[in-house]
């Protein structure tokens, strides 16, 4: 069993930065490929990047390509989302997630284990 618990959403007003924080405890381990999902109101769960375990290869949602960068310190069993130039758009609930292996996964049901979440709001 994998306990993952987030931190560092807020108000950020549009243009401005947030950086996020997953912290994994249990049966922690670097074979497990670390990923952050989103979800807006009235909208489904949806990718938003994904650290490898394969290589450390990243990958991102096209809409937050650019100006998201996802990193994992393996040390700390931790995994982040520094988040720049953020939109009105990407307010949401922001879920940190892990699977075994690192095969790329882009679908909420690859992912095993999930956190509480925590939310971003980008006001206009």
């Known amino acids: 069993q994998v306990l993952l618990v987030e931190s560092g959403g807020g108000l950020v007003q549009a243009g401005g930065s947030l950086r996020l924080s997953c912290a994994a405890s249990?049966?922690?381990?670097?074979?497990?490929?670390m990923g952050w999902f989103r979800q807006a109101p009235g909208k489904e769960r949806e990718f938003v990047a994904v650290h490898r375990t394969s290589g450390g290869s990243t990958h991102y949602a096209d809409s937050v390509k650019g100006r998201f960068t996802i990193s994992r310190d393996n040390a700390k069993n931790s995994v982040y989302l520094q988040m720049n130039s953020l939109k009105p758009e990407d307010t949401a609930v922001y879920y940190c997630a892990a699977r075994v292996g690192g095969a790329l996964a882009l679908s909420r049901s690859s992912y095993d284990y999930w956190g509480q979440g925590t939310q971003v709001t980008v006001s206009s």
């Open positions: 249990g049966r922690t381990s670097s074979s497990y490929s």
